[in-house]
C-alpha cells in the first residue's frame, strides 16, 4: 500500500540554523501539507501546496519557512533560521483531491521530530 | 474561527471494554469531520469519517456519528483490544482544505 514518507525521523539543530525536512508524497496525489504538533499541543496546519505553488498557509507560515518540490517526488519544508520554539513534530501529508467543504481524505507521514537546542 | 476540543488524556481501559471519546466542534457551515489515529512511531491514519450531518462513520468496530444539534462527533467502540492503544485525533475540514485538529487523545488498553 502507497504510503508518504518522511526524513529524517529525528533532526536535531542549533538555534539559527538552517533545516530541511523532506517528504516523499503518494505518487499520484496532487495537494500536500505540512503540519506541526509542538509537544502536548495541537496539530496546527502550516502550509498546503498544489500545482507547483502555495494554496494556502496559516499565520504560522512566515517568512522564516519554505516550501518546495524540486522533483516529481519530493516535497520540502525549509526553516531559514531556526528557534528554539520551532522544536516540535512536522508532519507531511498528501491527498489526491481538493473539496473546498473540507471532506478530502489526507495521507500523513510518520513525521520528523525537529529539537532546536 | 472553527475549532476541536476533545477530551483530555490518558484514557486507559481493561480489554473488551467500552470506550467513548468526546469531541466537540465550532465550525461555520458544515464541514466534514474525522477521527485519525497514531499508533507509536507511525503516522496519522484516518479512521474514519463523516461529511454531513447524521451521517456515522465506522471502521474496525470504532463508530462516530455527526451530530449538529450538539456539536459533536464522539468516538465509540464496543470492546476495546491492546491493539486499540493509540493516540486518537479528532478534526474537521477547513475551508482552505486542511484539517483542524484537536489535541489528541491517548489510549492504553490493558490486557
Known amino acids: 500500500e502507497p504510503e508518504v514518507t518522511q526524513t529524517p525521523s529525528h533532526q536535531v539543530t542549533q538555534m539559527g540554523q538552517e533545516v530541511i525536512l523532506r517528504c516523499v508524497p503518494i505518487?499520484?496525489?496532487?495537494?500536500f501539507y505540512w503540519y506541526r504538533q509542538i509537544l502536548g499541543q495541537k496539530v496546527e496546519f502550516l502550509v498546503s501546496f498544489y500545482n507547483n505553488e502555495i494554496s494556502e498557509k496559516s499565520e504560522i507560515f512566515d517568512d522564516q519557512f519554505s516550501v518546495e518540490r524540486p522533483d516529481g517526488s519530493n516535497f520540502t519544508l525549509k526553516i531559514r533560521s531556526t528557534k528554539l520554539e520551532d522544536s516540535a513534530m512536522y508532519f507531511c501529508?498528501?491527498?489526491?483531491?481538493?473539496?473546498?467543504?473540507?471532506?478530502?481524505?489526507?495521507?500523513f507521514g510518520p513525521g520528523t521530530r525537529l529539537t532546536v537546542l | 474561527g472553527n475549532s476541536v476540543t476533545q477530551m483530555e488524556g490518558p484514557v486507559t481501559l481493561s480489554e473488551e471494554a467500552f470506550l467513548t471519546i468526546n469531541c466537540t466542534y465550532t465550525a461555520t457551515g458544515y464541514p466534514s469531520l474525522f477521527w485519525y489515529v497514531q499508533y507509536p512511531g507511525e503516522g496519522l491514519q484516518l479512521l474514519l469519517k463523516a461529511t454531513k450531518a447524521d451521517d456515522k462513520g465506522s471502521n474496525k468496530g470504532f463508530e462516530a456519528t455527526y451530530r449538529k444539534e450538539t456539536t459533536s462527533f464522539h468516538l465509540e467502540k464496543g470492546s476495546v483490544q491492546v491493539s486499540d492503544s493509540a493516540v486518537y485525533f479528532c478534526?474537521?475540514?477547513?475551508?482552505?482544505?486542511?484539517?483542524?485538529f484537536g489535541k489528541g487523545t491517548k489510549l492504553s488498553v490493558k490486557p
Open positions: 501529508a498528501s491527498s489526491p483531491r481538493f473539496r473546498p467543504s473540507g471532506g478530502n481524505e489526507q495521507f
Open positions: 478534526a474537521l475540514g477547513g475551508s482552505q482544505g486542511n484539517l483542524i
Open positions: 505518487s499520484n496525489h496532487l495537494y
